[in-house]
């Protein structure tokens, strides 16, 4: 996916584009996609060489990143990517199951013209054409797509800040079991099925739909990783 979640979610819009900023979105970035992998250590000058950066903006990202839950911060020994185990992604699932479905009603009894929800409707158009290809990458950037669309757009940006959050610190989980599950046919209809009762302003449903998808795919993803016996990812 090439770090669709962190560069394009994470440098947040309304902040203004200071080397900080800068240095928090790559750094995440390749972080997300693996180029900094789980486990390894990183020292701020290293860093700041490799990002063509001071090491002050550098240190505010590591700043960021530690509190998004990514990396662990030691004096004199600069960062360590953080590792996330099967049942590191089973307490992220679990948070996720409370925060997303709520998103889903708050958006739905915003009562959001078509137009605005369009975002939604084209991540779930990607997904249908990424599936009828077999391009898992590009079916798993729709499905960010509409997940994270689906929280900016529910009117609570507590809420969505920490969905968007959680959701990154289950990236390399999804991406290590994006070619081990099955085509993702049931996953792309139900969030098709959210959308529709988005749409037609039936709150409950969309909650209800929202809660059983994200519970359904967490135990498929959580079962994949601990079949595969990996300690970490």
């Known amino acids: 996916m090439q770090g669709a979640t962190s560069s394009e979610w994470a440098a947040d819009a309304d902040r203004p584009a200071t080397a900080a900023n800068l240095a928090y979105a790559r750094l995440k970035a390749l972080i997300l996609d693996n180029a900094l992998a789980p486990g390894s250590q990183r020292l701020e000058s290293e860093l700041a060489a490799e990002l063509g950066l001071s090491r002050t903006p550098v240190r505010e990202a590591m700043v960021r990143l530690e509190q998004d839950g990514l990396v662990t911060i030691t004096p004199r020994h600069g960062m360590r990517v953080t590792a996330v ?7 992220i699932y679990e948070v996720l199951n409370s925060l997303e479905p709520a998103a889903a009603e708050l958006l739905t009894r915003r009562g959001l013209a078509a137009k605005q ?59 290590f079991t994006l070619h081990q599950r099955p085509l993702p046919e049931r996953s792309t209809a139900e969030h098709r099925a959210v959308l529709q009762a988005v749409m037609a302003g039936d709150s409950e449903s969309a909650r209800e739909m929202y809660r059983l998808h994200r519970r359904r795919s967490g135990e498929e ?13």
């Open 221 to 233: 993803l959580i079962a994949l990783i601990e079949r595969s016996g990996v300690a970490w990812l």
């Open 117 to 175: 929800l369009a975002p939604l409707a084209d991540a779930c158009t990607a997904m249908e054409r990424a599936l009828h290809k077999e391009d898992r990458h590009a079916w798993a950037a729709a499905d960010e797509v509409f997940h994270l669309g689906l929280a900016e757009l529910c009117g609570n940006r507590r809420l969505a800040g920490m969905i968007m959050q959680v959701w990154d610190q289950s990236h390399r989980a999804r991406m």
């Open 85 to 91: 185990t099967p049942a590191d992604m089973r307490e």
